[in-house]
């Protein structure tokens, strides 16, 4: 792998991680994702913005880009966290061991976290809003952005070129053969908005007013290239991720797309039963239905839809007096997530006893969730069960409609 020119004296150094593992332990990556560093070369000094943890042979991997642009990690006179997770900060004691004089900048919140994740506390040195490190020629501007990912990131602006470091934000799942925005075949395009869409929602969702301030603190800033830790550098077109993220920030709240995230499970069939005639009762209304069945599909799948879903649909039969397991699973992921103010229906059957619905009412309750009707039946579903959900399923759809038009 060739480390990647921004603009003289700024280089991608990066890492392509693969698909065996998953991201944060939970989230799958089909794709991979990568994990970028850059190099910031200036007259006096070089820096090095954000790390690499060592997934298969990551840091190998950045080593070897260093050493082709005749530099190795003893050559780092400063190292940029934004952030501190993991991902980002993984191979830190070893770079430490190797440039023991380097001095780590990074906000105040993150210096005990340097200390309780590596044992470092030599040369760490907290830099706020506004502070500047001058490299000769090349100006490192730091600039706090709480909770995009965590509270103590921040991202890192070089004024004389107008690239900005955004670590965790603006970025995506996924692994392209380019390294920019303007360089992106079709295919790669049809990947990288998706997953970005995904990325965000997994990742970033909850913490969406978070992202809305982020991106206000940035307005007076001229940015030419965003150049995130996950994803492409957008040199082209930084706006368009900027906006992509507003938008996605302001789907916390709907309304969202003129879209039904349709999500189901079920045991013997029953559940089931009503799947295709509420699917069918949508899509006569013309709206977009994006259908899962857990547990076969993954939370993060779901959750990627639900988030750019104005309105949900939820099929789950009572499993041993309360909810299926797997839905209570996805709830939950979207309550973290704080998928707010959807329009909703239920629905599902249960055998010897109810109870599925008693779970559920909680979620409605503190996610805000209009709900428009429950169609709640013992064993299978009656004739009576099958128009109630039609019925329901039109009320969805209209109710949606005119949400998202508004
Ligand atoms: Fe890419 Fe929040 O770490």
Not at 71 to 80: A, C, G, Q
Not at 90 to 119: D, H, R, W
Not at 241 to 264: C, H, Q, S
Request: aromatic residues 10%; proline residues 5%.
């Amino acid at each position: 792998m060739k480390p990647d020119m921004l603009v003289p004296g700024i280089h991608r150094v990066y890492a392509r991680i693969g698909d065996r593992d998953l991201f944060e332990g939970i989230w799958p990556i089909p794709h991979g994702v990568l994990l970028n560093s850059y190099v910031v070369q200036g007259s006096a000094k070089t820096a090095f913005i954000d790390l690499v943890k060592d997934w298969e042979g990551a840091v190998g991997s950045v080593k070897e880009q260093m050493a082709s642009l005749g530099l190795s990690f003893k050559d780092i006179d400063y190292l940029v966290l934004n952030h501190m997770e993991p991902d980002h900060t993984g191979s830190l004691a070893q770079l430490c061991e190797e440039n023991p004089q380097m001095q780590i900048l990074c906000t105040k919140k993150a210096v005990p976290l340097v200390k309780a994740f590596y044992g470092i506390e030599k040369n760490v040195r907290a830099v706020a809003s506004k502070e500047s490190v001058d490299l000769g020629g090349k100006t490192l501007v730091f600039e706090e952005t709480p909770n995009i990912h965590w509270p103590e990131t921040m991202m890192t602006y070089v004024p004389e070129d107008k690239v900005l470091f955004s670590c965790d934000a603006f970025g995506s799942y996924g692994q392209y053969a380019h390294c920019f925005d303007d360089e992106l075949t079709q295919e790669e395009w049809d990947l990288l908005i998706p997953e970005t869409e995904r990325y965000y929602a997994n990742i970033v969702s909850s913490f969406s007013q978070f992202v809305q301030r982020g991106i206000q603190k940035l307005a007076g800033v001229e940015i030419k290239m965003i150049a995130p830790s996950h994803g492409v550098v957008w040199r082209k077109d930084p706006a368009k991720v900027i906006d992509l993220y507003l938008k996605l920030a302001r789907y916390m709240n709907g309304p969202a797309e003129k879209e039904i995230t349709f999500v189901y499970s079920s045991m013997y069939g029953n559940t089931a039963a009503l799947v295709p005639i509420i699917k069918q009762a949508l899509e006569e209304e013309h709206l977009t239905v994006r259908l899962h069945e857990v547990p076969k599909d993954h939370a993060s799948f779901v959750l990627s839809s639900a988030w750019r879903s104005s309105g949900l649909v939820i099929g789950m039969p009572t499993y041993e007096y309360r909810m299926f397991p797997p839905m209570y699973h996805i709830l939950d992921v979207l309550e973290r997530s704080h998928v707010n103010n959807r329009k909703v229906m239920r629905f599902g059957s249960y055998g010897w006893s109810g109870g599925a619905q008693k779970q559920f009412d909680p979620f409605v309750e503190a996610l805000k969730w209009d709900c428009l009707g429950v169609i709640e039946y013992q064993g299978a579903p009656t004739e009576e069960d099958k128009r109630k959900a039609v019925a329901v399923a039109k009320a969805l759809a209209k109710s949606v409609k005119e949400w998202s038009d508004s």
